[in-house]
């Protein structure tokens, strides 16, 4: 197996932390971007004690803390007045899982995977590729791209996210639709926050039918926010759609003063908005020589604050399961068979939690108290 060439469709953290695993087991590997720059948005996000320990082992995850912050409490408030709810202490997180939890710029986990892909194949990054079709057969997989260029490897793997062109081959017809929810993010600098925010620091409030999170992110200098409404319809297709502060106050103008505040405060031309979407969950995740992860595998809703880092789990246990085998349909049978139910409950339970999540009537149960963090990618069976 370890002149097994293995082709990546998608350079997210998804793909490049499945690349990075890879080939710290020996594989070779080429990884296909359709972007023309291969980066990251400007957004935050969550990276909890199970990912981190995969982080670990990818020999990243020091890096990534330093540059990271790390709040001792993280705050559940009312969403009327601000007031605290419930709090959960960081070191609580860490006694009880190993490590704690971490609020990272999107930008600084995808630069450090690519830096390290990089490091161990300098040619293994490829971009504006878009990728348009598959054939396989007994012996490997060929590919084509929209520039007319093609490829073949051994094996073929889709990380390319809830829009998954690869998914959508293997499973026709099969197409993600819109979850009724619009969600604005915006990243503000530090010394334009309202002052009663920046005593929260991170503070998740839900609201009726919406809810808005905030939390910093480099050590202090940012605050990334996100807030997410339930609406009948959407039209526009995109990741980065500009909106206005306008709109986005508009739909939270019940919300404490502090935070419609905070929505205006946002930098003009800083304020993006994306419709969520979502698919079923699948009865497999491999067909032959292909295989697939993360959001192409099981789409995530945002609800649990574990799409990433479920990536990253997919990603290290792909590499443990080509290590452990002896044949490429051993190493796609032994990581779905330790991946799917998980990543497929868990898309599921992201969905429970945002119907709770957008009631207050409703009791929500984080990531944390469903037992989620309490998994170990590093030394779980595959």
């Known amino acids: ?150 490829d073949r490897g051994d094996v073929l793997i889709g990380a390319d996210g809830n829009a998954s062109t690869i998914r959508s081959q293997l499973f026709p017809g099969e197409a993600p639709s819109f979850a009724g929810q619009v969600a604005f993010r915006s990243l503000i600098p530090i010394e334009r926050v309202p002052e009663q925010v920046l005593d929260i620091g991170y503070g998740l409030h839900a609201g009726p039918k919406r809810y808005l999170m905030h939390y910093p992110l480099r050590g202090g200098s940012i605050m990334n926010l996100i807030g997410v409404a339930q609406s009948e319809t959407w039209q526009e297709e995109g990741w980065a759609i500009p909106a206005t502060n306008q709109e986005f106050a508009e739909s939270f103008a019940q919300y404490a003063p502090c935070f419609v505040d905070l929505i205006h405060k946002i930098p003009q031309g800083q304020l993006f908005k994306w419709g969520l979407r979502d698919r079923e969950p699948l009865a497999n995740w491999t067909i032959g020589r292909v295989g697939m992860l993360g959001d192409a595998a099981h789409p995530m809703t945002p609800f649990l604050g574990q799409g990433a880092c479920l990536a990253i789990e997919d990603a290290l246990l792909l590499g443990r399961a080509f290590a452990a085998s002896s044949e490429v349909s051993e190493a796609l049978r032994r990581y779905e068979g330790a991946r799917k139910e998980r990543g497929n409950r868990v898309q599921l339970l992201s969905r429970e939690e945002g119907r709770a999540l957008q009631n207050p009537e409703k009791t929500r149960k984080p990531a944390m108290d469903r037992g989620l963090l309490a998994y170990d990618p590093v030394t779980a069976e595959v």
């Not at 990546?8 to 990884?31: D, E, N, P, T, Y």
């Not at 020999?59 to 419930?86: F, H, I, K």
């Not at 007994?138 to 590919?143: L, N």
Request: with cysteine; net charge negative; aromatic share 6%.
């Open 1 to 150: 197996m370890n002149k097994t060439r293995i082709i990546v469709i998608g350079a997210g953290i998804g793909g490049l932390a499945a690349s990075l695993a890879l080939q710290r087991r020996g594989f070779k590997v080429a990884i296909y971007e359709r972007a023309a720059e291969i980066r990251e948005i400007g957004a935050g996000v969550v990276i909890t004690a199970n990912a981190r320990k995969a982080l670990r082992d990818l020999g990243v995850d020091e890096d990534l803390q330093a540059r990271s912050s790390c709040v001792p409490v993280m705050r559940w408030g009312n969403y009327a007045t601000g007031e605290t709810l419930r709090e959960i202490l960081n070191a609580t997180i860490a006694e009880r899982y190993g490590l704690p939890t971490l609020q990272v710029h999107r930008a600084d986990l995808h630069g450090l995977l690519m830096q390290a892909v990089q490091a161990n194949d300098g040619d293994a990054l490829h971009a504006a590729h878009e990728f348009v079709g598959l054939e396989q057969d007994d012996d490997g997989v060929s590919v084509r791209f929209a520039n007319g260029f093609a």
